[in-house]
């Protein structure tokens, strides 16, 4: 219930679909990739510093931490086939490896290399994705769905009342 | 760019990460704390307990107090504790995964303390090797003279053994080619044949061809004859070079057999045997642990730490290793100072660039005690290095210790036999080397001045404790062998010798009259195999002498006789025809 009412109040709040985009892509990369590194603050800094819809960010994280069990064999493989079987990037990554910076990204871990490489290649398709289907959706469905008895019971909740209040 | 940009965002950014540094910071302590006490159990195999943590920034450095190291050999009991363990930690290296230790200092450690409580052993060591658990035999009867003849491998018994079967090996053939050789009579008249076959005066050149083969085949006999009698000498010569020893050792063997068996008749030889090992081995092993602390609490728990990190790391993802240009290793400790409290003494330990990455650093690691004068000892002085590869360790050390005070040590306690060192010196020096995991090295452990307390329950175990007691020096050689995982100690001594000496010094009526009875069966058992082989010796000798007389005369006969006949004969003809050949040519 909380998590519908998060995201009705993000979906028909007055901000930009640029902004409900961007935190379903960042949300998407922190929920893809290990949440302990480097780039994980990186992302976080992202989130706060932009102003990227952090409800909707918090959402896809969720929905993506989710998806990536399933995921992180393909992840996995995708990391192993980068560092393994790669000959061509041998020599960068031996090089990383000995940097501060390599070390710190942790790249050499297959997980975190596939599913930050998997986040990265699926970020622009899926901000843009994100960005139609947020203004279609606004356009075309929104006042059917608020008309919907389940919507106005979650808008009549005091969750929903709460988090009105809290964005006011 | 207003729009985008949300400075609060910032404020909560920087917020929450002085929010994660300070919890880091305040529970830092508690961190380093059970992430040290879990590597370091997973790397001994036991539990591990660390009082406190501290840590400073400036440098930035970690100190571990009251650290205790159960023995995952003996859970009541710490492998190792000490006081204080601080290291000053490089940071720079940390981003890369590499600790690298400028100093670390280990005060007030001790081995081998017993613990408050039972710790938790994860992984259990392969058993001790016990050098007293050969327990004393039951017999308290002295045994019977026909008991240790029937049970001891005898010297005698093996002698005459040896003996009989050179005789028959030699006896039968000998008598054989004897019945084959020619008897005098066959000899005279060979002699005969020959003398009138070369004395004649042959005129006619037929009846000289005729003679000749004539001798030529009497020759042919000669011949076999002394092929027969060469043989002969051959085998009899082989026969004497055979027995002859054997019947010396026979003639020997009653009085080394005697000098053996003295110790039988006092006690039991099995038991004294090893006296030395039985005794002293255990608290002489334990000290040689110590020697081996340094390779064997060191080694493997550098070795094991990248194999845990391994295991580990195969959970969800894995890590994969690219070579390192660093130039660093893993874990490198530059300077280390160990404080062992033992006695209430103290002996500082120095150590130099500890690590298990030798190749990379490109030197051993060295360590060295150079202790003076205390109120236990003259002087210790170790030395050592140890290099660790893959292929295995290679390492040296070598160790003199001068005038070790001993008190008080329990050496053995046995329901048969118990003793105490209750005073003595303890001189000790050795080497020591590993090389691919293979142990090798000697040591010499000189006990003086030395005070012995023990007690016996039977005839046997009281005489080795009253020898015991009268004990005053001791020299024990050991023996290193085997592998860093499994090490095999042997020590030798002449406790063995001292010991058959006061058992046999203290001999009873009664053993007394075994050991006479002792030897007159040791020689009376000897006497009829050494009169007939030594008979048998000299009727070979004698055929061996007969043997040379005949050959003589034999080569005698084949010397060149009927040759000469031959010769003059052709001299007489050449002549003629010389002659002849003169006469026609001159006239």
Redesign the interface.
């Known amino acids: 219930m909380g998590l519908l009412a998060k995201l009705f109040k993000a979906l028909n709040s007055d901000a930009s679909p640029w902004q409900l985009a961007f935190g379903i892509m960042f949300g998407m990369l922190m929920g893809l990739t290990p949440w302990l590194g480097a780039h994980s603050l990186l992302i976080l800094f992202s989130v706060l510093f932009l102003r990227v819809n952090l409800s909707i960010f918090i959402l896809s994280w969720l929905f993506f931490s989710g998806l990536s069990f399933p995921l992180s064999s393909v992840m996995v493989d995708i990391g192993e086939s980068l560092l393994l079987n790669n000959e061509g990037l041998n020599g960068t990554w031996t090089y990383l490896y000995s940097t501060y910076i390599g070390q710190l990204s942790q790249f050499y871990h297959t997980l975190t290399l596939g599913s930050l490489v998997l986040g990265l290649l699926l970020s622009p398709p899926i901000l843009v994705l994100s960005k139609v289907l947020i203004v279609q959706y606004r356009e075309r469905l929104m006042g059917w769905v608020n008309k919907l008895k389940i919507v106005k019971f979650i808008k009549g909740s005091n969750i929903y009342r709460l988090y009105q209040a809290l964005g006011e | 760019m207003k729009?985008?940009?949300?400075w609060p965002?910032?404020i909560?950014?920087i917020v929450?990460?002085g929010l994660l540094s300070l919890v880091s910071i305040v529970f830092l302590d508690f961190w380093i704390k059970l992430a040290a006490e879990k590597s370091l159990a997973e790397a001994t195999g036991a539990e591990v307990n660390i009082a406190r943590v501290s840590h400073t920034f400036s440098p930035f450095g970690v100190t571990l107090e009251q650290v205790q190291f159960t023995d995952p050999k003996q859970a009541s009991h710490n492998q190792a504790q000490m006081v204080s363990i601080s290291a000053l930690v490089d940071l720079?290296p940390l981003?890369?995964?590499k600790i690298i230790i400028d100093e670390l200092t280990i005060s007030g450690l001790e081995v081998n303390q017993l613990r408050e409580s039972e710790g938790e052993v994860y992984r259990r060591p392969q058993s001790l090797k016990q050098f007293g658990k050969n327990l004393l035999p039951d017999n308290q009867d002295i045994p019977s003279v026909d008991d240790i003849l029937a049970k001891s491998p005898l010297k005698t018994t093996k002698a005459i053994e040896e003996t009989q079967q050179a005789y028959d090996k030699h006896s039968e053939k000998l008598k054989q080619q004897y019945k084959q050789l020619p008897d005098k009579a066959k000899l005279a008249a060979y002699k005969k044949r020959v003398e009138a076959l070369s004395g004649t005066d042959y005129k006619n050149p037929l009846e000289l061809v005729a003679a000749k083969k004539e001798f030529d085949g009497l020759k042919m006999e000669i011949l076999q004859d002394k092929q027969k009698l060469s043989g002969f000498k051959q085998s009899a010569s082989e026969a004497i070079q055979d027995l002859s020893p054997k019947i010396a050792q026979l003639k020997a063997a009653p009085g080394q057999d005697y000098q053996q068996l003295q110790s039988l008749i006092a006690g039991d030889a099995d038991a004294i045997k090893d006296v030395t090992t039985l005794v002293f081995g255990d608290k002489v092993g334990q000290w040689s642990e110590y020697a081996l602390a340094a390779f064997e609490i060191a080694g493997p728990m550098l070795a094991d730490s990248g194999e845990q990190q391994q295991e580990k790391q195969k959970t969800?993802?894995?890590?994969?290793?690219?070579?390192?240009?660093?130039a660093l290793p893993d874990l490198l400790i530059r300077k280390a100072t160990v404080g062992l409290s033992w006695e209430q003494e103290n002996i500082v330990s120095e150590w130099q660039d500890i690590t298990h990455q030798h190749d990379v650093i490109g030197r051993p690691t060295l360590f060295k005690v150079d202790s003076g004068a205390s109120k236990l000892w003259q002087s210790l002085k170790v030395d050592g290095d140890f290099w660790l590869k893959e292929q295995g360790a290679k390492a040296q050390q070598s160790w003199d210790l001068k005038g070790l005070k001993l008190a008080d040590l329990n050496l053995l306690e046995q329901e048969k036999l118990s003793s105490t060192l209750l005073k003595g010196l303890l001189n000790s020096s050795g080497k020591l080397a590993i090389d691919q995991d293979q142990v090798s090295g000697t040591g010499l452990v000189d006990l003086q001045q030395l005070v012995i307390a023990a007690t016996g329950s039977n005839q046997l175990t009281n005489a080795i404790a009253g020898a015991l007691t009268q004990l005053n020096t001791l020299v024990i050689n050991t023996d290193l062998g085997g592998t860093l995982d499994d090490i095999e100690l042997s020590f030798n001594s002449d406790l063995d010798k001292q010991l058959g000496s006061a058992m046999l010094a203290n001999l009873s009526g009664e053993q007394k009259g075994k050991l006479d009875e002792l030897k007159q069966q040791l020689n009376a058992k000897i006497q009829g195999p050494l009169e007939q082989s030594a008979g048998e010796m000299s009727q070979w000798l004698n055929w061996e002498k007969l043997a040379d007389g005949d050959l003589i005369n034999i080569n005698e006969m084949l010397s060149a006789k009927l040759s000469d006949v031959v010769d003059d004969k052709k001299e007489e003809v050449k002549n003629k025809l010389k002659d002849k050949l003169k006469n026609k040519l001159f006239g």
Do not use: C, H, M
């Not at chain 2, 729009?3 to 949300?6: A, E, F, L, M």
């Open positions: 729009n985008i940009i949300r965002g910032l909560a950014f929450i990460i720079p981003l890369l995964r969800q993802g894995r890590w994969v290793e690219f070579s390192d240009t660093s």
